[in-house]
């Protein structure tokens, strides 16, 4: 059976003005119990962590891990958990979402974020 996940291009806006996150690929189908690999840029965000996100249609984007490429692990949300999901860096910029195992409930779309410290307003 085929499973089929979902990665959107998102913008995160920052006060100086627009941060672009790119994703892909697009649309990703891959048979059960094979391994998903996402990536996500960062654009010109350097120095942050990019937040995975998984979403059903229809529902509330669940947390499904952060990770910087200076972590000695992803930090995760509730439900999710290695070694199904993972996630690695290529460069300062660019990082990937791995799923293992893959199997019907994960099919949804994944979105990563990220914001830029440098550009945040104090809280």
């Known amino acids: 059976m ?7 291009t998102t913008a995160l806006t920052c006060v100086s003005g627009v941060t ?17 690999t996402m990536d996500c840029n960062l654009g ?16 509330v984007p669940q947390y499904v891990l952060r990770f910087h490429r200076s972590y000695s692990s992803s930090y995760y949300g509730s439900g999710f958990s290695s070694p199904k999901f993972t996630s690695t860096h ?3 910029t660019d990082y990937r979402l791995i799923v293992k195992n893959v199997e019907e409930g994960d099919s ?6 990220t914001w830029d410290s440098n550009d945040a307003v104090s809280q």
Do not use: F, M
């Open 20 to 36: 672009v996150v790119t994703q892909k690929p697009p649309v990703l189908s891959v048979r059960e119990g094979e391994t998903a």
């Open 2 to 8: 085929l499973v089929t996940l979902c990665t959107l």
């Open 44 to 59: 010109t965000v350097t120095n942050s962590a990019a937040r995975w996100y998984k979403q059903i249609p229809g529902g």
């Open 90 to 92: 290529q460069s300062t």
């Open 108 to 113: 949804a779309v994944y979105y990563c974020k």
